[in-house]
């Protein structure tokens, strides 16, 4: 029979397992990707009207016959590095809480790269053109450890003991590979309208592992085959599609709009697990594994972008974009949420230009309580962009971007303290692995969560040639 | 409107240039005349488009694809016509955009004044109409400046121009140089026409260190000393814990003004600081109560009555009158606030869009002015945000039958009253499930739009002469559902600490919370607060002369002076060009309580009091916030020196001043200068030294609580060309005071055992401020500061907003200032900031002090960004 608090535990370690992308916050929604052209990037993620880089058409497909060109293709890519910083509530002499202090730190590199490619054609005062893209859609890659130390002899300059390390380590994408059509119409001399479509199926699959290792001392401070490590594995696979529509107009030589609407998609979700448990006092070994299947959905998108190039000393262009991502869709535990995005580049000299950019954008951390109840904590990630452009010919362009983006939130220890109460394994009545008595091993909840620091520095690159 | 005119001049004869093309008019198929390709052409098109027409033909060089052969094959065949694109409110602008930015710039400090000013710099005032209160309105314009101008418009002399200004007998350069963009003197430069602004920000920011330690504060059950009960160590028993505050949460203002001229107007302004209620959850009811707006109608050309004005506003809207005594309403306050130079009043009536919450007024008001009299008279009625008693269940408690209420306030945060009763719920259930405390429930808790409150003033002047004028000010605020009441001091202990064990924290100084105003106390009920008050100025050759004096209505006469509590300032400013001399006197009484209030003072009201010192021995320590954004002064008696020196082109000495006062609640005496000296051996040089120094000190026995700040400061300060800047700033500071436990208490828990004499604490600070043009369109601003403090604060003044540095650490920040159109601005700022706190006193989670386990540092990191876009039309 297994002990009603390592069921909790895990329980909670099953929910939280799937806590693993980028960020390990964003296992389930993954981390959003978007466009991977260098030049949307530096200017904030904005590229709704997007008549310069073959990329545009991933943001909108409208895009395609906005630009004024019989084909294009562009390669990006792109590294993130993240940082996580968790940290535990602190109280001072006077039991009040004061502040949180540090006790993981987790810095991981990830990379990806994205493609476009297109071609059109003029006839008359019409344009149609096709084309075809592949970008990874949601990251779900992550890693995190932490360790658990007992704090011996840190006033005496001492280092304390190791008793275990915990893990978890996910791998995945969930991909798009989009075709696209467009078709434009010149209605004046600086005046047309386009209309897109996008077609984009979706496929991926996860695999993640959360483990826990005691350590070698602990192991030969309470003896071998006491302390029972524990490994929960998951495997999900995502497949379907998604439909969007886009319109790009170009009002005249100073503004221009784009829009697309992407429809709610909801896609199968195959997920597979395990459960691992060492045998451990009066308790058998545990192996136990489960699937089942489940509607992921994708929630309804509609944006809309406004284009300003004034004339300025230095060539500028200026987009403002609003998002709105539809998560009631999901759910009623979620809340529709709005993003915006501003991005402006100057050429401060001839072919040298500056870009600069801003975004807000609204996530959701997902945590499924031990009961079944769902708790959903809307999450905002500011973003600052920069970036230029290498000249390399009329048609070819590096282009370079940079992102840092951070966020602050509160989220549930990933791993509880009960679960190295050694106590539970040597059926003792005093610690073996702990230095006092005082020390109370209770899993942390909600009245006391992380706060957790996260930040994002991104760095992309793409190559697009168009003639 | 914007106009465009073309103006062809006849470079060569008329049949010339019929045979050329006009590479500022053709369009692309008369471009495809010349020998060059359709690329080339298209890009001459997007030159012309997209940065600038062309002022001669060599400007097609900029064009990367028209090399020099080209250009020298069309050069003959093509001609520049002059092309002026005229738009008077943009050529406007551009003439005032470094007064523009520098308004900017300083609206942290002025609050909503910048809108005022820049309207008036967009659509001027006629100098030969305008009023001494209009002079003396404008920033860095004296009443001396004032009179040289209006005693030569008395004698009907008129003013034609920026020279003959100039030329006004007693007008300072310093005066001149700040009052010419301001007013026009035969045309105006733009006529009545439509004008907006729009304005979005984004800004995350962190709470200060006060309402930080605040919102941390716990709620705990008394007898956690005892090892035989768990210490709960909730996060969640704090405000900070329950309302989760450990997130990015932005503060958000979106502003829109419109005007035609300076004759109607009308704005909205919405902000939604960190923590509030989401807009989109509120119901439009609310939005419109937590939202600023107002539509006004202003004439300087009334009929009938030779230059009088005429001010009409309905909405938000300010008053200020005299020296801020009996009326000027803002939720800010500022230290020092002369009413000259940068610290300036604006005097009347004017429309509100400032984040002024609590202390605005929302109604109508209307001012008419004639140079020899004026009056104002508004009314108010408006829902204000209260700290209120209230019961174990979180009601409001009665008293005759109406609330109970303890005080104004302006909240850090202004949470909802559901939410919070739900927080002080769970709060009083921790705190009642020990042994008792002498109060062991929530009893005085902010209540957002608890008060109702209806408020009408006026005031009344005559100017006899120029430069002379006597005033009377009156308010009267209204409470129809609440009385307020304040226990004496004695019982106010009471009514504040939560436990008998900490009533020695509560001391003198707490006079000043006792000094609140009462509408119920034995000897009256009533449902109103009044203040009246007189003030007077009056210019004597380079003499300018100014007081006020205030009473607030208690128990005594209204017709009576000096039988009720009082507030009097009187001040002299002498001028001369390359010299100013201020002398300011200034007394409040203890229970001077006027929260619309906002003159001189040192410090604001509060300060030092448990509600800032100890807010962990208060029954609720979100009272604190009555100290923190208290916007009133507190009760001193004090003569202050102010003055500027500038010997010649190589040394100045820089805003210096001198002050020594008493703070009244507890009769500390107080002396502080400052003093500055600035040696510029060549214009692109500048070596600056300051020098600060306080003292503070009780008349006492033993000589306790003397401490003694002193604060070096050397800059180097290099004006380098196009504008780019750069500076080199190094602060030293000393702190000497009696032995301070958190400070000089060895790292182990426990009392000192040796004797402490006096503590010095040391800090200093190095930094690096940058600015680079890289044109005219686009500015690049940052700084590197790193500092050490050991329990001293530093300060630093961003690019727009002050910052405060505590501890130890370093920060960075980087600002970005683009002119993305003629009418379009982006501003992007981002700041890093990683400090370390206090090992004292931090432990483990989980883990008994006397553990052994301490935390050596904990260590904070803040990211800050702000984005603000603007369109001025």
């Known amino acids: ?467 | 409107m914007k106009k465009l005119l073309v103006l062809l001049f006849a470079l060569l004869c008329l049949g010339q240039i019929a045979a050329k093309v006009d590479l500022n008019t053709a369009d692309l198929e008369e471009l495809l005349q010349l020998p060059i390709t359709e690329k080339q052409a298209r890009d001459i098109l997007d030159y012309r488009t997209y940065i600038s027409v062309f002022s001669d033909i060599y400007e097609l060089r900029e064009i990367p694809s028209i090399d020099q052969p080209t250009l020298l094959r069309i050069k003959d065949l093509a001609v520049v016509s002059l092309y002026v694109e005229e738009d008077e409110v943009a050529a406007r602008r551009e003439e005032i955009r470094d007064l523009l930015e520098r308004l900017d710039s300083n609206e942290g400090a002025s609050e909503g004044m910048s809108d005022v000013w820049q309207d008036y710099l967009m659509t001027p005032q006629n100098v030969n109409k305008m009023h001494f209160d209009d002079f003396i309105s404008l920033p860095n314009v004296s009443g001396v400046d004032a009179v040289g101008i209006l005693k030569r418009t008395a004698q009907g002399d008129t003013i034609a121009d920026m020279r003959d200004l100039r030329n006004s007998p007693g007008l300072s350069y310093y005066g001149y140089t700040n009052l010419r963009s301001y007013v026009f003197y035969r045309e105006p430069p733009v006529k009545n026409r439509f004008m907006w602004d729009a304005q979005l920000e984004y800004y995350t920011r962190y709470l200060e260190e006060g309402a930080h330690d605040m919102y941390h504060e716990s709620f705990l059950r008394s007898d956690y000393g005892s090892s035989s009960v768990t210490v709960p160590n909730r996060k969640d028993l704090s405000y900070w814990g329950w309302f989760n505050m450990d997130e990015v949460n932005p503060d958000l203002l979106v502003k829109l003004r419109a005007r035609y001229g300076n004759n109607y107007k009308a704005g909205w302004m919405y902000y939604s600081p960190k923590g509030e209620t989401p807009l989109r959850e509120k119901g439009p009811a609310e939005i419109i109560a937590d939202s600023k707006f107002f539509a006004g109608y202003e004439n300087t050309e009334l009929p009938l009555l030779n230059n009088s004005r005429l001010k009409l506003y309905l909405g938000h809207y300010r008053a200020t009158f005299g020296e801020g005594l009996v009326m000027e309403n803002t939720d800010f306050y500022s230290a020092r606030k002369t009413g000259y130079g940068f610290s300036k009043r604006i005097l009347g009536i004017t429309p509100d869009l400032s984040r002024t919450q609590e202390y605005s007024l929302r109604g109508a008001a209307l001012e008419i002015t004639h140079p020899w009299l004026g009056v104002a008279a508004w009314v108010s009625q408006d829902n204000k945000d209260a700290v209120a008693y209230v019961d174990r269940d979180g009601e409001i408690v009665q008293e005759n039958g109406k609330d109970k209420i303890f005080s104004y306030v302006v909240p850090t945060t202004r949470f909802g009253n559901e939410d919070l009763r739900e927080a002080e719920a769970w709060f009083n259930s921790e705190l009642q499930s020990g042994s008792p405390y002498a109060t062991d429930y929530i009893n005085l808790a902010y209540r957002k739009d608890a008060l109702r409150e209806t408020l009408w003033g006026t005031h009344l002047q005559v100017n006899p002469l120029i430069g002379t004028k006597l005033g009377f000010t009156t308010y009267t605020a209204l409470y129809d559902n609440a009385y307020f009441v304040v226990p004496d001091w004695n019982d106010l202990k009471m009514l504040l600490v939560r436990d008998s064990y900490y009533y020695p924290k509560f001391k003198m100084i707490d006079a000043e919370i006792a000094g609140l105003y009462s509408t119920l106390t034995d000897s009256y009920a009533r449902n109103y607060r009044r203040v009246l008050g007189f003030d007077g100025q009056t210019v004597i050759g380079n003499v300018s002369i100014q007081g006020e004096y205030a009473e607030l209505s208690v128990d005594g006469s209204d017709f009576k002076l000096g039988d009720d509590p009082k507030a009097y300032l009187l001040s002299a400013y002498t001028q001369f060009d390359n010299l100013y001399f201020l002398t300011l006197f200034r007394h409040m009484d203890l229970d001077f309580d006027n929260p619309y209030s906002n003159s001189f003072s040192e410090h604001e009201r509060f300060n030092d009091t448990i509600i800032e010192k100890n807010i962990y021995a208060l029954t609720n320590p979100t009272l604190a916030d009555i100290y923190l954004n208290a916007p009133q002064s507190q009760p001193e008696h004090g003569i202050y020196f102010e003055t500027r020196y500038k010997f010649d082109r190589f040394f100045t000495i820089g805003r210096s001043y001198l002050d020594i006062w008493e703070r009244l609640a507890d009769a500390r005496r107080s002396v502080r200068l400052q003093t500055e000296l600035e040696f510029r051996p060549i214009y692109q040089l500048a070596l600056r030294a300051r020098f600060k120094t306080q003292t503070n000190r009780y008349d006492d026995y033993a000589d306790r609580g003397v401490s003694k700040t002193d604060e070096y400061t050397f800059s180097v300060r290099t004006f380098l060309s196009n504008r780019d800047f750069l500076e080199f700033e190094y602060r030293y500071n000393t702190v000497l005071s009696p032995p301070y436990t958190s400070l000089t208490n060895p790292a182990v828990p426990g009392n000192n055992t040796m004797a402490g004499a006096m503590t010095l604490m040391t800090g200093d600070y190095i930094g690096v401020n940058y600015t680079h043009n890289f044109n005219a369109n686009l500015k690049v601003q940052g700084s590197l500061i790193y500092w050490f403090g050991h329990g001293i604060s530093h300060w630093d003044w961003e690019d727009m907003e002050i910052d405060f540095m505590g501890d130890k650490g370093m920060k960075a920040w980087v600002a970005l200032h683009s002119r993305i159109s003629r009418n379009m601005y982006l501003s992007l700022k981002f700041r890093n900031k990683t400090y370390q706190t206090q090992e004292l006193s931090i432990r483990q989670y989980n883990v008994p002090v006397d553990g052994e386990n301490l935390y050596q540092r904990v260590e904070h990191k803040e990211n800050t960004i702000r984005l603000s876009l603007e369109y001025r039309y």
């Not at chain 1, 909790?8 to 296992?27: C, H, K, N, P, Q």
Request: net charge negative.
């Open chain 1, 1 to 467: 029979m297994i002990n009603k608090h390592i069921l909790i535990i895990l329980a909670m370690l099953f929910v939280l397992a799937g806590l693993s992308a980028w960020s390990i916050t964003d296992s389930y929604f993954g981390n959003r990707y978007g466009v991977l052209d260098a030049r949307s990037q530096a200017m904030g993620g904005t590229g709704l009207f997007d008549d310069m880089r073959p990329a545009g058409i991933i943001a909108n497909p409208a895009n395609l016959t906005l630009m004024d060109k019989g084909a294009g293709l562009e390669g990006a890519v792109f590294v993130n590095r993240n940082e996580d910083n968790r940290a535990v509530p602190l109280y001072n002499s006077f039991d009040n809480y004061i502040d949180d202090a540090i006790y993981a730190s987790n810095i991981n590199f990830y990379d990806d790269y994205s493609g476009a490619a297109f071609t059109a054609l003029q006839l008359g005062w019409a344009r149609f053109g096709v084309g075809a893209y592949y970008k990874p859609r949601l990251s779900f890659d992550g890693n995190y450890q932490e360790q658990i130390r007992n704090n011996r002899n840190t006033d005496n300059d001492g280092y304390p003991e190791m008793v275990a390390v915990n893990t978890i380590a996910t791998e995945g994408r969930l991909d798009q590979a989009s075709a696209v059509a467009s078709m434009g119409f010149r209605l004046g001399d600086v005046f047309d309208v386009n209309l897109g479509l996008d077609y984009g199926l979706l496929f991926g699959d996860t695999a993640s592992s959360t483990t826990i290792r005691w350590s070698q001392w602990a192991i030969d401070t309470v003896g071998e085959g006491v302390l029972p490590d524990y490994t929960y594995t998951e495997h999900t696979d995502l497949a379907g599609h998604r439909l969007k529509g886009g319109l790009g107009i170009r009002i005249n030589e100073n503004f221009g709009l784009g829009s697309t609407y992407a429809l709610k998609s909801v896609l199968d979700r195959q997920l597979d697990y395990s459960i691992q448990q060492d045998a451990w006092l009066g308790h058998a070994a545990m192996d136990s594994t489960a699937s089942f299947s489940e509607d992921y959905i994708l929630p309804t998108q509609i944006s809309l972008g406004l284009n300003y190039q004034p004339r300025n000393i230095m060539r500028t262009w200026f987009n403002f974009e609003v998002e709105m991502v539809r998560f009631s869709e999901i759910s009623t535990h979620y809340q529709d949420c709005l993003n915006f995005a501003a991005g402006v580049e100057h050429h401060i000299q001839n072919r040298l230009p500056l870009r600069l950019g801003f975004s807000s954008e609204n996530s959701y951390l997902r945590v499924v309580e031990p009961d079944g109840a769902v708790i959903a904590k809307k999450i905002i990630t500011p973003t600052i962009t920069g970036g230029s452009s290498v000249f390399l010919a009329d048609n070819l362009h590096l282009d370079l971007g940079i992102g840092y983006s951070w966020r602050e939130y509160e989220a549930l220890d990933l791993f509880g303290d009960s679960y190295y109460n050694d106590k539970l394994y040597t059926g003792s009545s005093t610690y073996q692995l702990w230095p006092n008595q005082y020390i109370v091993l209770t899993d942390r909840g909600w009245e006391n969560p992380d706060k957790v620091r996260e930040s994002n520095v991104s760095l992309s690159a793409s190559l697009s040639v168009s003639w």
